[in-house]
């Protein structure tokens, strides 16, 4: 089992950027695909982007490509998203979970962190 942890998440206006990061425990961090999630009020939680256990292939939703990037250390046992031009409708709880399966998917999660806030202001 991996335990996860997000932080980064705050208060930034409309166009700014953040920086989340995913940190994991345990020597096996570099066994796992990541992926980040979000989940506004009332809403639906959404898959944003994910990325394999080796850094070489990503997924990146629809509504967020070309502003966040996703990418991972290894070294660091950290997985990051970063969000630039952010946008009111961004605003969310972010998690992110680990998936074990071969191929990169926006579905088959597990090991969920507790989330951060991220809050954008018009």
């Known amino acids: 089992q991996v335990q996860l942890v997000e932080s980064g998440g705050g208060l930034v206006q409309a166009g700014g950027s953040l920086r989340l990061s995913c940190a994991a425990s345990?020597?096996?961090?570099?066994?796992?695909?990541i992926g980040w999630f979000r989940q506004a009020p009332g809403k639906e939680r959404e898959f944003v982007a994910a990325i394999n256990r080796s850094g070489g292939s990503t997924l990146h939703a629809d509504s967020v490509k070309g502003r966040f990037t996703i990418s991972r250390d290894d070294a660091k046992n950290t997985v990051y998203l970063q969000m630039n031009s952010l946008k009111p409708e961004d605003t969310a709880v972010y998690y992110c979970?680990?998936?074990?399966?071969?191929?990169?998917?926006?579905?088959?999660?597990?090991?969920w962190g507790q989330g951060t806030q991220v809050t954008v202001s018009s």
């Open positions: 979970a680990a998936s074990g399966t071969i191929f990169l998917r926006r579905d088959g999660y597990n090991s």
């Open positions: 345990g020597r096996t961090f570099s066994i796992y695909n």
